[in-house]
């Protein structure tokens, strides 16, 4: 469940506003965690007054359902859509299924900067090397995905394993 909490007026987000996900801003939000293969559905609901376009790292996931808080319309096979990223609009919701296929540490986050950016004042708006946050706040859902991967590559070989390390 998406939500914010702050300071009035209520009618549009402010620079003080608290961007959630179930009563949580990262880093104290809830850390997910799935086994290659397994899966996955939820159910995505906005409870702000903000749109949000909602990103699955590493994964497409199916959007399945669509609709708002008081109804939810599940969509036909051919209705379905593959996406990495979906826009929730204010008092929206929808569903996704997803099958992780790699272990790893994932994101689920709303796209928009300023929803995922710990406040300046905030303890976690640094970027030390003790820095657990990263930087970031608000719209963000940690995903741990434990198991043996599924990908194979075309020709058969075992797939490169590469890090990333950004500062």
């Known amino acids: 469940m998406i939500?914010?909490?702050?300071?009035?007026?209520?009618?549009?987000?402010?620079q003080s506003d608290v961007f959630a996900i179930n009563g949580s801003s990262w880093p104290s939000t809830e850390k997910l965690h799935h086994q290659v293969g397994d899966r996955v559905r939820w159910r995505i609901i906005n409870l702000s007054l903000s749109p949000h376009p909602m990103h699955?790292?590493?994964f497409y996931f199916?959007?399945?359902?669509?609709?708002?808080?008081g109804v939810e319309r599940?969509?036909?096979p051919s209705q379905q859509r593959t996406a990495v990223t979906e826009f929730i609009g204010a008092g929206r919701t929808f569903a996704m299924s997803w099958t992780p296929e790699r272990p790893g540490n994932w994101l689920f986050h709303?796209?928009?900067?300023n929803h995922m950016s710990a406040p300046a004042d905030s303890a976690h708006a640094g970027h030390g090397a003790d820095d657990t946050a990263g930087?970031?706040?608000?719209?963000?859902?940690?995903?741990?995905?434990?198991?043996?991967?599924?990908?194979?590559?075309?020709?058969?070989?075992?797939?490169?394993?590469?890090?990333?390390?950004?500062?």
């Open 3 to 14: 939500s914010i909490f702050g300071e009035p007026p209520f009618n549009r987000p402010t």
């Open 56 to 58: 699955l790292h590493g």
């Open 62 to 69: 199916t959007v399945e359902a669509t609709g708002d808080i």
């Open 74 to 76: 599940r969509l036909a």
């Open 110 to 113: 709303c796209h928009m900067t």
């Open 135 to 167: 930087g970031m706040g608000g719209l963000v859902l940690g995903i741990e995905v434990t198991g043996i991967s599924k990908i194979e590559t075309s020709d058969g070989r075992t797939p490169r394993r590469l890090s990333l390390v950004m500062r």
